[in-house]
């Protein structure tokens, strides 16, 4: 039986945190010209993710799935009720100041605090957690008539994992500016030092390259593709999690199609932006992404955006799904093959489907200050997954995350 532990995880939590913040670390990818005037931001986030729960007899055990049923057997999908695993606090601040008209510097502060529980093997076994995130971005651009250049830095330290970055990307217009390359790279070393094995010391490399091209095709409409390849190295297992023992190398091609309409001949004033995200791995993991939003400008500086997100992948080559005797008794993690070199009970490695509905509400006080809100509900289901059913003994994921920004023009 797995004993329910205090820990601190930066791989249960940060992976939740990053997937679910929508604070703005400073993006410094290249602007066609120089901002006017500075800007400051800063945004709050509140997020809590739960997950079903089958229960015996319409009970739970110390937060472990125990399932129900004469013959020991659950319907997938089955549960009875939910339990609130993980809960992020984060706050962000950002500034962006213009240097000399040529110029720009940025910086992003980002904090989240995180806790709850988070289970060990696949969607039981729960171990408490908890963890506080610094993480610093800097980043330096030059603009040209036709282009600019940008480099960048960012760390991150956790309790249990550091991690340093940088970044440099490029962009080149045509002479009507109708045409823009984009090229760029980045670097990170990341250091892991799980707090349940004292003398345990990893290191993981990352090196990714992006090349892409936007178009500017009518007044209306603006399309963009973009292409990136990353390279990974080292230590991509869960100290944290019963029987997860990963390649140590990850590499992964990512491509992205996005295209933006402008209605401004119907009276509506309002812009629908659309994408398609497609990512495989040498872990065996094929991810299909599409995106949408409107954004629709209303009376005295009011704004509504809805959007809607679609997600689905398939599992990773070494996925160990639930076994019989895990679905008979949960607190008993399923063996992994024999003979297995890889295997994760990690549910994040299995094949599932989900689906994010969001709305976000923004008001522009004057010309200098501007404010919104933003709530997305997010659900995961294996049985969703499109390569068909996904692992049934999983219960379902659901997230919801709450932000509020205020910024200000200097």
Known sequence: ???????????????????????????????????????????????????????????????????????????????????????VNAYSVMALVPVAGEWSIGATYTSDSVSGASPTYHSSGMAKMTDLRRAIDVGLTKYFSRGSVSFGTSYSSESDYISRGLNVQGSLSTE?????????????????????????????????GLIGVTRVLTPQ????????????????????????????????????????????????????HLSYRYYSDTFGIRAHTFDAEYVQPLYKGWTVTPLLRLYAQNEADFYVSVGAAEIKDPTQATPPPAGAVYYSEDQRMSAFGAMTFGLKVSKQINKDWLVDVKYEQYEQRAQWSLSGGGDPGLTPFKARSIQVGVSMQI
Not at 9 to 29: E, N
Not at 30 to 43: D, Q
Not at 179 to 205: C, M, R, V, W
Request: net charge negative; aromatic share 8%; hydrophobic share 30%.
């Open 1 to 87: 039986m797995v004993s329910v532990s205090t820990t601190k995880s930066r791989v249960l939590g940060a992976a939740l945190v990053t997937a679910a913040m929508a604070l703005p670390s400073l993006q410094f990818a290249c602007a066609e010209a120089p901002p006017e005037r500075g800007i400051v931001s800063f945004k709050y986030l509140n997020y809590q993710d739960s997950q079903g729960v089958v229960t015996q007899s319409g009970s739970t055990a110390n937060g472990v799935n125990t399932i129900s049923g004469a013959s020991g057997i659950v319907t997938p999908g089955s549960s009875g009720g939910s339990q609130d695993r993980i809960g």
């Open 176 to 208: 009507d500016k109708n045409t823009t390359l984009t090229l760029g790279g980045s670097y990170n070393d990341d250091s892991i030092h799980p707090l349940i094995q004292p003398t345990f010391d990893e290191k993981k490399q990352v090196a990714s």
């Open 221 to 272: 409409d603006i399309v963009q593709l973009d292409f990136t390849y990353s390279n990974g190295n080292g230590y991509y297992s869960d100290p944290y999690k019963i029987n997860d023992n990963r390649p140590r190398y990850r590499n992964s091609v990512t491509a992205l199609a996005r295209w933006n309409h402008h209605f401004d001949d119907n009276g509506t004033d309002g812009t629908v």
